[in-house]
Structure formats: C-alpha cells, structure tokens
C-alpha cells in the first residue's frame, strides 16, 4: 500500500501534469531535439524533487508520467542513480538530483542515452564514468521515449566501483519497479480512453458502451490494470519480486493496449489520435526489461 504522503506526491505530480503535459505538450516535447520538455523536467527536479527520492518513492512519479504519457528522463536517472548508491560518489548524485540528466549502459539500447550529461556504464571492470564514447541515437517503436547505442570500445573511463555486481543488482530492481509504475499508468491511460469513447461513439443508433460485450471487455481491461497496480504498488512496496511485478504489469499493458486499439476502431491507429501511443509504450518497454515470459524464466 501507498503511504498518504506518497498519495500526496503523486497528486502533486498529477497537477502538474494536467497543465504542462497535454497531448499537445506531449507531441511537441517528442518531437523537439531532446525528446522530452525541459521545462517540465525542471519543474519536476526544482519543484518537486523527483530525482532525490528512494525507488518506492519514485514509483508514483512513474505512475503519473506513465498516465500523461509525458516524455521524461527520470526512469534512467533512476536507475543511474541506484547503482550509484553507496559508492561514495556524493558529485555525481548531485548533479543527478539537480536534475543533470544521468543513463546506466548495461546493452543496447540506452534510454536517453544521447541526451545524458552523466553516463555510466557496467564493464569487467565494475561500475565506470564514461567520459566521451561513440553514442548514436536509435530510432525507436515510442516516439515518446528516446534510445541510444553507446560503443565503448574506445572509450574514455574512469572506475567508480570494481562491485559491478552490486551496482548491477541495484539499477535491475530500480528498472523493474519503474517500468512496473509506468505501465499501471498507461494501463490506465489506455483503459479510461477506451471507456470516454464508449460514451461518445454511436453505432447502429446506440452509445457502442452500451453494448454488452464491449461492457464485459472493458471489465475486463479494469481487472488487468487494478490487479497489475496492486503488484506495481507490492512491489515498490518491497512485498513482491520486481522481475514477477513487471512480468504481470507489462503482460497487462500489452492486454489493455490491444483492447484499446480494438475498441476504438480505426481511429486508433491515426497519427492524430493518442491511442497509437498507449500501444507503442506497451512494447517499447520490453524492450528495457524483456518480454514478460522471459521475466518470468527469470524468476523460476
């Protein structure tokens, strides 16, 4: 369960949201060259605080991205953040709470990584700086979400940590209940669209929510999304294994994703309308933490 100031928190962020992160704001940010609005991030830094929180605390945050749609690099500062933990480097966090937009390269691809001013990256060596490497933007599914290819072949480095796996650990369990908040959020984002449109679309002379099919189908889609935020909520919570959370959230976005693109019809699939979005974020994530089977092998 949610503490009442973590309520609060994500409230706050909601409001926020509603004024500055509207489809409008969400295409313009995607489309501009760092793919996410710098105003909203720093509003998000300055204002709220969202880089200096824990993971558990981060998780609502997520959520309400997830809802807006908003692109943000907080999941990867999150998750550069965690493996930083406990190595001393009290700079770098800094510069990361202050909102310096910070990526972890584990392998490709790299969310924000071309936009990050602090990049670090897991080698045989531990945990590593990277001071300059060849990092090349790579076109994604989500145009929402911005992903790199960094070559460390020729690297430049400088060693934080020789513990990588600690660090490794750290920024894994970080991910998995970031990405679990996220896809709740767009569960629900894709599920409260799908029910708006059943009261305004009209076929065969009647609201198409009346139908009682299409009623059942979206019963269906709020027991995916409240049983998939119960799981998200237990596992920033840290009453359930993150790779087990995520495996469940993300297997009910892509559910709740297709049910959307469905129940609006071929409005869904327009440039022009948001519902193309929800499903492209539904498997644009898996591509951070894996398939939901293969989350699941991991577990067993």
């Known amino acids: 369960m949610r503490t009442s100031e973590q309520n609060d928190l994500a409230a706050a962020v909601r409001s926020l949201l509603t004024k500055q992160a509207d489809s409008a704001a969400v295409r313009a940010a995607m489309a501009s060259e760092t793919g996410y609005d710098p105003a909203l991030w720093s509003t998000l830094c300055a204002q709220i605080g969202v880089t200096g929180l824990s993971v ?78 060849d990092v090349r933007d790579q076109p994604g599914l989500d145009p929402t979400l911005r992903f ?22 750290r920024a894994r369990e970080a991910l998995l209940i970031g990405i679990s908040a996220l896809a709740v959020g767009t569960a629900q984002r894709g599920l409260d669209m799908t029910v708006a449109y059943s009261k305004e679309r009209v076929q065969f002379g009647r609201l198409i929510g009346s139908f009682q099919a299409l009623k059942h189908r979206m019963s269906d889609m709020l027991v995916l999304v409240e049983m998939a935020r119960s799981a998200s909520w237990a596992a920033a919570g840290g009453e359930l294994d993150p790779a087990t959370a995520a495996s469940y959230c993300l297997d009910a976005l892509q559910k709740v994703a297709a049910e959307t693109i469905q129940l609006h019809g071929g409005i869904a699939i327009t440039w022009e309308h ?19 089977h293969q989350l699941r092998a991991d577990v067993l």
Do not use: W
């Not at 929800?278 to 939901?292: I, S």
């Open 274 to 292: 948001d519902a193309h979005l929800v499903f492209k974020r539904a498997h644009a994530l898996t591509q951070l933490a894996g398939q939901p």
């Open 148 to 169: 790199a290819t960094v070559d460390l072949t020729n690297a430049s480095t400088r060693k934080i940590s020789a513990d990588g796996e600690a660090a490794a650990a």
């Open 56 to 133: 558990a605390d981060t998780a609502p945050v997520l959520e309400e991205l997830g809802y807006s749609l908003a692109p943000t690099p907080l999941l990867n500062s999150l998750v550069a953040n965690e493996a930083l933990a406990g190595t001393g480097e009290s700079d770098l966090i800094e510069r990361i709470e202050a909102g310096e937009v910070a990526a972890l390269v584990t392998e490709s691809p790299v969310l924000y990584g071309a936009q990050a001013a602090i990049l670090l990256a897991l080698t045989d060596e531990g945990l590593v700086q990277v001071d300059s490497a």
